[in-house]
């Protein structure tokens, strides 16, 4: 099994030898990685093979069965979801999980915490959601909740954003702003992420390192931009055609 680099203490997050799942189903098996700050990592993987078990292990859902989480120098193995949020996990679920009863301006200063990301910030990051500030959740279409999610979770100026999916389901011009805000979101900004996402040729150009699960594990392990180029690799592990791969 591969690992996704080697362990240091100026690593931003560190997962070792991680096994997880829920109930009495295990999911991940011996899963570990590492990201630095200011790195994006692409998660990749065919359906139902731990990509969204393994962003929710990191945020504290599942049922740890064995290794260690670390954020910075913190061991926050056993912490809980909210002591991990505090500690500078920020992030995305696929389900969004937007508050839809409040106004977009609502969401995001409900649970804002003090740093760069101000509501200037984040209108300017995303123009669409300072044209709808004062209309609720539920007024706003899938595009422009998956973008008040990011958002949110950008409210909270965390150290370490996590994204499952962002790009699911989107019309294709929404996928392209939300692409172009998150290029600008770990290329200019420097935000250190973790983004899971079906299709390789969209998210390896905006990230650093990918990693590839198979059946729980890692299968692959390296660099963005080397992968982008591995036809052979794409289309044994992820089922991508050559033609895509460029």
């Known amino acids: 099994m591969a690992e996704a680099n080697n362990s240091d203490s100026a690593d931003l997050l560190r ?4 096994s997880a799942g829920y109930g009495e189903a295990v999911v991940l098996n011996g899963v570990s990685l590492t990201l630095a700050p200011g790195e994006a990592l692409a998660l990749l993987g065919r359906n139902g093979v731990g990509k969204t078990t393994l962003i929710n292990t990191i945020v504290g859902l599942t049922r740890l069965r064995g290794g260690t989480i670390h954020l910075g120098a913190r061991d926050v ?8 949020a505090r ?10 999980n937007i508050f839809k009863s409040l106004t977009v301006e609502e969401n995001l200063t409900a649970i804002m915490r003090p740093g760069k990301w101000t509501l200037e910030a984040l209108y300017a990051m ?3 959601l300072a044209e709808r500030k004062r209309n609720m959740g539920n007024q706003l279409s899938g595009g422009e909740q998956q973008m008040l999610a990011v958002a949110r979770a950008l409210a909270t100026n965390p150290r370490l954003l996590l994204l499952d999916e ?6 294709p011009i929404i996928v392209d702003e939300l692409l172009a805000a998150l290029r600008r979101i770990v290329r200019e ?3 250190s992420a973790v983004i899971v996402e079906q299709s390789a040729r969209k998210i390896l150009p905006l990230t650093d390192r990918a990693v590839i699960l198979e059946r729980g594990a890692i299968a692959y392990a390296g660099v963005s931009a080397e992968l982008a180029q591995d036809s052979e ?3 044994r592990l992820l089922g991508v055609a050559e033609r895509t791969a460029a």
Do not use: I
């Open 15 to 18: 997962l070792e030898n991680v």
């Open 189 to 191: 900004e420097k935000m």
């Open 87 to 96: 500690a500078g996990v920020g992030w995305v679920p696929q389900e969004r």
């Open 126 to 128: 995303f123009p669409r």
């Open 77 to 84: 193995t056993r912490h809980r979801p909210d002591e991990r």
């Open 166 to 171: 962002p790009l699911e389901g989107l019309a």
């Open 233 to 235: 690799t794409l289309a």
